[in-house]
């Protein structure tokens, strides 16, 4: 027997189809749904204002006929109300919407498909409010309704349910909650409507954002590109597409992809602008974005009438005190604190923290955010007292909140020790430097040689050189005023040097922790597992900094949740540890590639021999800190040369160098503006004063220490470019010499001193142990003149002006993380002339011409599968590619004949198949342009690709700064390994020396330009 409950269920399920089947036949209900369908599809076609007037023109007509009560009228209302949702019109949204309800409630049931479609469009309105505890019980009693009513509607209805109560989990910082809800979201709407429809495209959305706020920032382009595929497809170019080219276009932004960013912003603006108009409040988020990017890029002006444009739109549709307006006022605050509009910068800057502390609370992290930046307002408008008060609290709530080791509470504990230093307080300031310091290289350590995921807003290289820069400039300003501890703060600053310097490897050697983990045995087992530690404390580390919500959440965070997270961070670094030590044990070659632990002076001095000297060179914000090391001795110097003002000059000698920098119109230009001009075209304008000067600026009273040393020099910053063995002692009788014969005559600190480069402090007392192995049997291995398919506009091989191709920025040859194969080879220009150099070098040094690799040969599998540690020179005649300025986003290699089709990645010799190759070398030669460093100042040193060749067993590398001539590079090499096989009692140092002395003195005078001998520099082991 059916029970009686059931059966009436059954009856009024039957009397409601009924009814409606009688309604469907009224006239005027067709007229109805044909209006409705109208508004619908002008909706999804993003023409909103059509919508609304077939929406408005139901309502009329359904009144008319039937009175403002009836469900057919709800239909209307409902239609509306979605319109003014999504054009920003909240308050009219809301009360049409609550009238829908009401009319469904009464007219359909509580429990009714109906209803819960109105609850989901009104949980939606509540969160774009950030009304929270209103949005979650609408969004879940809809979801239940359409779970348990089954009805045609249903699957379609659910998904959009679960795409809103997923957006309410995103916005209360709950991202696992929302990715898990989002995911079933996607599948159910997948089922209903189709993968490529609207309505699934909206759902994607949301998932992309929510896998972005959980860090997954890979996954996340990846939906984002659906969605805006789909739109697209659809031909919906309107503010929807608007909104997910802005949202796809802001993750760029935190990847650091600038370029793709910019006209991305500009794209949804328009289709936004040409959907809701200039001034809505949807068009002001990409407005938001696009005035960030320029304020990151330096285009202030441009970035503040952005952003005032949209802070005018936000006041305009949510009122004053919405948090939508707190974060723009919080840009504009940013920008007026960037360009010291100091008082601007205040009155901006406390509205927005007190729209944030109302919506958020004190310890909200965008409230935190916002007093840091009213801090460092403070500091920079010499109100000292306020500064400290406000950056103590924002460090107080920063540890609280985050935890003591997070790089916010890092970042608070810098901005604290610049306020001491203002306030002459040198010693609490130091100790605040080494407070941040010592976290940031905890987080570095914490994922150290294992390839951890790299989230958007994980501290940067740069602001950690920045926070271990400080810990040296404190230490040099205490010393100075408490003479008794020079030597303990001199070292304190070394260390910090190193550290600040070791930072720049970091993103190499995880690409280097893939390669390795993706072979086989037991070293890649432990990476492996490695990564997935370091990966999930990355999760982690990122939802705990999101625990306490993103710009619309207003609900308070668990502490205990908070205090969960932390204790499995702690839990996870003490497993990371843990495998690090049995990795240094089981594997000490590999553990010294990826763990470079920083050396104290006394240990430097215990590496050197009697004849060297260590220079340490730091360029590091406000000034430049150089430190000398002998055996017997150290000493420092800090000279107020600025990174700025270093790279301004670095930048004009290498006007001097490169013959390109006068054919390529931006540096052509540029080298103008530095104050030089191109007289001759066989002399470069190489500033021999601005030489000696720099000599003077970089050793001031620390020259008596180089006297009769071989340098052994670690660069930073701007100093990565430049060789230093060409800069001048001595100041010179003019600084533009007429003719060849003035370079002839100049005190080069080459005539003087031979010069090594290491990569590091520490690669000191690793490569002496690399110089004790058995000799190799062979001369020289030679790989030159690849297959490339580019246009080549080198002039003709004969010349002595001949030189390769530009090298690239490694970043141009990429989509993603992958090598873009038919850009490769439709770019890389051939290089015949470096066959030529190779056989010459070979002839010199007698070697077979079987071991040469040229043209076709020249592939990255033949040199795989070669005996390279049987030989005494490994010799590389090719293109560089090196690292660009996007972090992070490949590795430098170089170039080598292209495979035909596939993966473009075997074309490329990796720093990582660099560090897997089994050397014996004493030389490994690249005569690459650029492989020393990019042509930007500043370029990483060495790009990476020292490291490797050392770790796979070169003992030094001589390696060029600019483009080479043939003839030069031939004459050089081959010079000093001449010298070397002569005079058994000099080392690998003083023969490149020799080399260069005998092309300034004794070659054809127009080589005594630096041009033509400085370009070379040897890096590793100098010794013999």
């Known amino acids: ?24 036949q009224n006239p005027v209900i067709r007229e109805l749904q044909g209006l409705w369908k109208k508004s619908l599809e002008a909706y999804n076609a993003g023409r909103y204002a059509e919508s609304e007037a077939f929406a408005k023109q139901s309502i009329a007509r359904a009144t008319a006929v039937f009175g403002p009560d009836h469900r057919a009228t709800s239909r209307g209302y409902h239609n509306l109300a979605r319109v003014y949702l999504r054009t920003g019109r909240f308050q009219e949204a809301e009360t049409i919407s609550r009238k829908a309800l009401a009319i469904r409630e009464k007219m359909v049931g509580p429990d009714s498909v109906p209803v819960a479609a109105t609850l989901t469009q009104l949980g939606w309105l509540m969160i774009e409010q950030g009304r929270y505890p209103e949005a979650e019980p609408m969004l879940k009693r809809a979801v239940a309704i359409y779970e348990k009513v089954p009805t045609p509607e249903s699957p379609w209805s659910l998904g959009l349910s679960l795409s809103n109560l997923g957006y309410y989990h995103m916005a209360i910082g709950q991202w696992q909650e929302a990715e898990t809800i989002l995911t079933r979201g996607v599948a159910v709407q997948e089922k209903a409507t189709g993968a490529e429809s609207v309505w699934t495209s909206r759902i994607v959305s949301r998932l992309a954002l929510a896998k972005q706020q959980g860090g997954k920032t890979a996954e996340a382009e990846a939906l984002f590109k659906r969605a805006i595929a789909t739109l697209e497809r659809l031909g919906n170019e309107n503010a929807e597409l608007g909104a997910n080219l802005g949202r796809l276009a802001w993750l760029y932004v935190f990847q650091g992809r600038v370029v793709e960013a910019e006209p991305m912003f500009r794209r949804a603006i328009a289709a936004q602008e040409k959907g809701l108009g200039r001034d809505n409040s949807l068009t002001s988020f990409s407005l938001r974005g696009l005035g960030n990017l320029m304020t990151k890029t330096g285009r202030f002006a441009e970035a503040e009438a952005v952003l005032k444009e ?27 604190n960037q360009t010291n509009r100091l008082d601007e910068a205040l009155a901006w800057g406390k509205r927005a923290v007190a729209i944030r502390e109302a919506a958020f609370g004190q310890e909200h992290h965008l409230t935190l955010l916002s007093l840091n930046i009213l801090g460092e307002t403070y500091l920079k408008a010499g109100r000292l007292e306020e500064a400290e008060t406000t950056v103590k609290r924002t460090a107080a709530g920063r540890e609280k909140v985050l935890g003591p080791t997070h790089f916010f509470t890092a970042e608070s504990w810098v901005l604290l020790g610049r306020i001491h230093l203002a306030q002459q307080r040198h010693a609490e300031a130091l100790a605040a430097f080494q407070k941040a310091s010592s976290i940031i290289d905890a987080r570095s350590r914490s994922s150290a040689g294992f390839r951890a995921k790299q989230h958007s807003d994980e501290v940067g290289v740069g602001f950690r050189r920045f926070a271990h820069g400080w810990v040296v400039f404190a230490a040099w300003q205490l010393a100075k005023r408490d003479p008794a501890r020079v030597k303990e703060l001199m070292n304190e ?30 070293l890649a087992e432990l990476l492996r597992q490695g990564q997935d530690i370091a990966n999930r404390w990355q999760d982690i580390d990122r939802q705990l900094t999101q625990s306490i919500g993103e710009q619309t959440v207003a609900v308070k965070s668990n502490a205990e949740e908070r205090a969960r997270a932390r204790r499995e961070l702690d839990r996870l670094s003490g497993e990371l540890e843990t495998l690090s030590r049995r990795i240094a044990k089981e594997f000490p070659e590999y553990a010294s590639l990826a763990h470079v632990e920083p050396v104290s002076i006394k240990s430097a001095q215990e590496a050197l021999s009697d004849h060297q000297a260590l220079v340490a060179v730091l360029s590091n914000g406000p000034a430049t800190t150089t430190f000398v090391v002998t055996r017997q001795e150290a000493r420092w110097y800090r000279s107020t040369l600025t990174q700025a003002k270093l790279a301004e000059k670095v930048e004009k000698l290498r006007c001097g160098l490169e013959a390109e920098a006068w054919t390529e119109e931006k540096r052509r230009e540029r080298c103008k503006e530095l104050g030089l001009k191109l007289t001759s ?22 020259q008596p220490m180089l006297n009769g040393k071989s340098l052994v020099i670690v660069p930073s910053g701007p100093l990565t470019s430049l060789p230093l063995h060409a800069l001048l002692t001595e100041k010179p009788a003019e600084a533009f010499p007429a003719d060849a014969m003035g370079y002839r005559r100049a005190s080069w600190l080459a005539k003087s001193n031979a010069v090594t480069v290491l990569p590091s402090v520490q690669s000191i007392a690793a490569l002496k142990l690399a110089s004790a192995r058995t000799k190799p049997s062979k001369s020289l291995i030679g790989i030159a003149a690849p297959d490339f398919q580019g246009t080549s506009t080198a002039p003709p091989p004969q010349s002595p002006a001949t030189k390769r191709a530009v090298t690239q920025q490694f970043a141009a040859f990429f989509k993603g993380n992958r090598a873009d194969l038919e850009l490769l080879k439709s770019s890389l220009a051939p290089l015949p002339e470096t066959k030529d150099e190779i056989l010459a070098v070979a002839r010199k040094v007698g070697a077979e011409e079987k071991d040469i690799l040229l043209g076709p040969a020249a592939t990255k599998a033949s040199i795989k599968s070669l005996p390279l540690g049987d030989y005494r020179i490994v010799y590389f005649a090719t293109h560089g590619l090196i690292a660009g300025e996007i972090e992070g986003l490949g590795e430098p290699a170089l170039a080598l004949t292209m495979p035909s089709s596939g993966d473009a990645d075997e074309g490329l010799l990796t720093a990582s198949d660099v560090a897997q190759l089994k050397l014996n070398a004493d030389w490994v030669v690249l005569s690459a342009c650029n492989t020393a460093a990019g042509n930007r100042p500043g370029a990483e040193a060495l790009s990476g690709l020292a490291r490797s060749f050392f770790y796979a067993g070169a003992r030094s590398l001589l390696v060029s700064h600019w483009k080479v001539s043939s003839v030069a590079a031939v004459k050089l090499t081959t010079a000093a390994f001449d010298a070397l096989a002569a005079d058994t009692t000099i080392d690998k140092a003083e023969a490149l020396r020799r080399s260069m002395i005998a092309m300034i003195e004794k070659d054809d005078v127009e080589m005594a330009h630096p041009s033509n001998w400085a370009p070379f520099v040897l890096v590793g082991d100098g010794a013999k």
């Open 493 to 522: 600053a070394f260390l910090a040097a190193q550290l600040s310097e070791n930072t720049a490897a970091s993103a190499a050697l995880n690409q280097m922790a893939v390669r390795f983990g993706a072979g086989t045995g037991p």
């Open 1 to 24: 027997m059916v029970p009686r409950r059931l059966s009436l269920i059954a009856w009024l399920l039957a009397s409601l189809l009924l009814a409606a089947s009688a309604e469907a």
């Open 310 to 336: 949209a802070l005018a739109i936000d006041e305009k549709a949510h009122g004053p005190n919405h948090p939508q307006v707190g974060a723009d006022l919080a840009n504009l605050a940013n920008l007026a």
């Open 681 to 702: 075209a066989e002399l470069l304008p190489y500033d021999l004063a601005e030489a000696h000067k720099l000599y003077e600026d970089l050793f001031g009273p620390l």
